[in-house]
């Protein structure tokens, strides 16, 4: 059985400064990957960055990096220079077997 | 990046109707999947649904109450059935448009929302 844990409920960060969502996750599986999604207000899932439990370097895409730290099994996402439209409900996720299992969300609110 | 489109994007129905949610793809993928999101929840699967075979529900959802379809491998529906208020979430599709061969493609369509009154 998979589990993601995301132990922060809500975060508020200021414009322009940097944020980091923790996650930690528990599988059994040699191969697996891990995905951040952003879901806004209007509750499409906007998919944000992954890694693969292979990759040797960490992921980045555009202002997103995933900071992973395969033996503590946890998934950090950092967002640098946050801006307001950053403000959303994030997720992360992981995959085993081609089915996603989720995290329960952390809420970030930019702050002008 | 897979385009994928959802209809109807919201409604609003009566308890005991049946809603019937459709999920299209611009390109054909091998394997299509159905979420459920409740309010103020995270997501979690409903089933697996493939082309030519009949779809893998995950434990706590069965077959009469969301019947799924996978006619071609660009489309897929998902019907929820004798609707009840608790069933008054954000329905979401997506795919692994790699056909299985890599973790890291599985997007989105952009959700229908259901209440149930």
């Known amino acids: 059985a998979q589990k993601i844990t995301q132990t922060q409920p809500g975060m508020f960060v200021q414009e322009k400064e940097a944020v980091t969502l923790d996650c930690t996750y528990d599988t059994s599986d040699p191969s697996y990957g891990l995905f951040w999604y952003k879901q806004p207000s209007s509750g499409e899932m906007i998919f944000l960055i992954y890694?693969?439990?292979?990759?040797?370097q960490n992921a980045t895409e555009g202002r997103y990096s995933l900071n992973f730290q395969k033996a503590r099994k946890s998934a950090n996402l950092v967002i640098s220079a946050s801006q307001l439209g950053d403000s959303a409900m994030y997720f992360c996720?992981?995959?085993?077997?081609?089915?996603?299992?989720f995290g329960a969300g952390t809420t970030v609110t930019v702050r002008a | 990046s897979a385009v994928i489109s959802q209809k109807p994007s919201r409604d609003i129905c009566q308890r005991g109707t049946s809603l019937t949610i459709q999920c299209q793809v611009d390109s054909q993928v091998t394997m299509m999947f159905w979420y459920r999101q409740q309010p103020g929840q995270s997501l979690t699967l409903i089933a697996t649904?493939?082309?030519?075979?009949?779809?893998?529900?995950e434990s706590g959802f069965v077959i009469d109450k969301f019947p799924i379809s996978r006619p071609n491998l660009t489309f897929s529906t998902l019907t929820v059935s004798n609707m009840s208020p608790e069933d008054s979430s954000i329905y979401l599709c997506?795919?692994?448009?790699?056909?299985?061969?890599?973790?890291?493609?599985?997007?989105f369509g952009p959700g229908t929302r259901l209440t149930v009154l």
């Open positions: 996720a992981m995959s085993s077997d081609y089915k996603l299992s």
């Open positions: 649904a493939n082309q030519g075979s009949e779809a893998t529900y």
């Open positions: 890694q693969g439990s292979y990759d040797q």
């Open positions: 997506s795919v692994d448009s790699t056909g299985g061969q890599s973790y890291n493609e599985q997007f």
